[in-house]
């Protein structure tokens, strides 16, 4: 193959796929959200389910197959034949960091010093050594879980803002001749692109400031973070090599022509003109400005293109054993023995070792949230629980008819379960602080919280005692108080509390039932 019959070039299709498979993404990105009814009907995590890295990553620390994941299989049967095929035509990140530098401007593509490329490969065998030893890491660099995270804490939820305001602002000023202009647009936003309710995210900056340090380095250097960083890249690299039909350079004729060097993207062209099949995205640029078209693409002879990367056998080892010993320092930390208690897991989170083995930080359950409830962590479950789930309940709470999260987790990590089924899990219970609740302060009736707790049979309930009011006044009131065995800590008592700052009703992760029977931290 060397120029497309169709009027186009090989690199004008691929950025036809390129903008076709990103807009598939956006579809997905916006599909994850509550629609009216408690289910979704696309293939919202598609996405993680076709990414091999995750799926070996998340399958070494379950020392189990993943039947969620084994779609993965696909991508690394196609690369077995094409190549990295799905760096350079499929995946929304590297289409993402494209289209980022045509927009922030060219740089030049130099052939990258020896080992610095090397860089994804050490990264990736740590990071799989990890995952299997105990210490899960992959989704802090793979490229999808970084992508969904950006778009998820932080550019939808922006948009939404800056179009809600836009939008607020013409209907109130706007003369009316305007506003019979704006309000259908802003109706087809809401309808088709916005999320269904406003939403804040912990941890939005960071995960922004990571997604636009990933564009940003293609500043530096073409593709920094597919070349040097990308995990999944890695691996498809090392499959790659194995592929039947790849790219073939040109030769001694070519003279001192260098045009295809110039044009390559990874750098994956060498002095000789012969191409990396394990480096190569199959962009076709290099097809595509051959001005002699000497670049192929078919069947490879044997032998021919087959490099291996060049790996220090030391440096290999060296991170294999990193990996493997990272996680003995684990056991050392204190929340190691006792646990932090507003750490609160989702409806259907497996037990904290099995679900942070398996959760890929992909920030898909905490977009679906109805609630606003789930958010990224930091520290509270220690550096391999970052970006993972946990309830807030004074930003959102758990609502009680949904199930969304369990639909949407790519791994199993959140159980998928039935409405009943999950009326029935407890992922904590709630308490009062009599220090702040009105009726015990001050003898100030409030009856928020019991009007909200949505099981059947009220998990808060009232006893009504005689005391002495801020006033000095002798007063009867109702105060509040858990009926513990009814509380699921769905954290909406704690959401709608009235006191301003903290609120008097605190849930923590005490009675969960996914540790039910299980040892405590402690051992006893």
Known sequence: MRRSSLFLSPSAWRKISQSLFFLLFLVLFIKTDYAGVDELNWAVNLLFRIDPFLALAAMLAAKTVIALMLPALITLGLTLLFGRFFCGWVCPMGALIDASRRLFGRTNTLIPEPGRRQLKYYLLFFLLAAACFGLPLAGYLDPFSLLVRGFSFAVHPGFDHAATTLFTWTYQQAPPWVNALTEPVYALLKRFVLPFSDKVYALSVFSLFLLLAVLGLSWVERRFFCRKVCPLGALLALVARFSLVRLTGGSAECGQCRQCRSVCPMA?????????????????????????????????????????????????????????????????????????????????????????????????????????????SWLE?????????????????????????????????ILKMSKTEKQAVVIGRAHF??????????????????????????????????????????????????????????????????????????????????????????GY
Do not use: W
């Open 268 to 376: 994956a062209i060498d002095e000789t003109r012969a191409i990396a099949t394990a480096e190569c995205t199959l962009c076709l640029d290099c097809l595509t400005h051959c001005p002699r078209s000497r670049i192929h693409f078919g069947l490879l002879p044997s032998g021919n293109g087959r490099q291996a990367p060049d790996l220090s056998r030391r440096a290999m080892m060296a991170s294999l054993a990193a990996g493997a010993l990272a996680p003995l320092v684990l056991p050392t930390r204190p929340h190691a023995r006792h646990a932090d208690p507003m750490l609160i897991r989702p409806p259907g989170a497996l037990a904290e070792k099995e679900f942070l083995g398996l959760c890929v930080r992909c920030g898909e359950c905490m977009k679906v949230c109805i609630g606003n409830a789930l958010h990224a």
């Open 381 to 413: 479950a220690g550096l391999e629980g970052v970006f993972t789930p946990r309830l807030i309940g004074r930003i959102g709470y758990c609502e009680y008819n949904c199930t969304l999260c369990g639909q949407v987790c790519p791994t199993g990590a």
């Open 433 to 522: 602080d009599k220090n702040r609740c009105l009726p015990y302060v001050s003898g100030i009736p409030c009856i928020v919280c019991e009007e909200h707790c949505p099981t059947p049979d009220k998990a808060i309930k009232f006893r009504e005692v005689e005391i002495e009011n801020s006033k000095g006044e002798r007063v009867k009131v109702r105060q509040p108080y858990v009926i513990d065995h009814l509380c699921i800590g769905c954290g909406i008592c704690e959401n709608k509390c009235p006191i301003s700052g903290a609120a008097a009703v605190l849930v923590t992760s005490a009675g969960e039932s996914r540790h039910a029977g299980l040892p405590s931290l402690d």
